[in-house]
């Protein structure tokens, strides 16, 4: 009985300790920018609402290499009328961009679109703001190759 206790905590002890661990990468340092700048690799063509108040501009590197660069900004639009305004931004074909998908169709408090043009993926997440008839616009750029 004793020589099968062993065994079996033995048996433990061998699998806790030689079983192959998940690989971590540190955490990428987060570059904030100013206001009046744009984050690394964010596109320069997508518009932001004139006078908006940004709460979020910064960019990151990814473990991949690729960078993703994100503006976020407080509107003083509805969900439904910036979300109506970036899906006739992206699907103008003037611009460059092609929708891939579109999320909250039934949801008034929070929409979102999916696009991409030959530098990366772009996300717009849009939910309701604290003031009614506002919105939070979440820009989001994802690099479709590693940035050097």
């Not at 108040?53 to 994100?70: C, E, I, P």
């Not at 439904?80 to 039934?106: C, R, V």
């Not at 772009?122 to 690099?143: A, C, E, H, M």
Request: charged content about 15%; overall charge positive.
């Amino acid at each position: 009985m004793i020589i099968f206790a062993i065994l079996v905590v033995g048996g433990l002890f061998y699998l806790a300790f030689t079983r192959p661990r998940p690989v971590s990468h540190p955490p990428s340092p987060i570059t904030e920018v100013g206001a009046g700048a744009f984050p690394e690799q964010f596109p320069l063509d997508i518009p932001i609402e004139q006078g908006a108040q940004l709460a979020k501009n910064f960019s990151v590197k990814l473990v991949d290499g690729r960078v993703q660069a994100t503006r976020g900004f407080l509107s003083k639009a509805s969900v439904a009328s910036n979300f109506t305004f970036y899906k006739m931004y992206l699907t103008d074909p003037g611009h460059g961009w092609t929708i891939l998908g579109t999320a909250g169709d039934q949801d008034p408090s929070h929409k979102a679109l999916f696009a991409k043009n030959a530098n990366g993926v772009l996300t717009v997440n849009i939910s309701r703001g604290v003031v009614p008839g506002t919105s939070f616009v979440d820009l989001s750029f994802v690099t479709a190759r590693p940035v050097k």
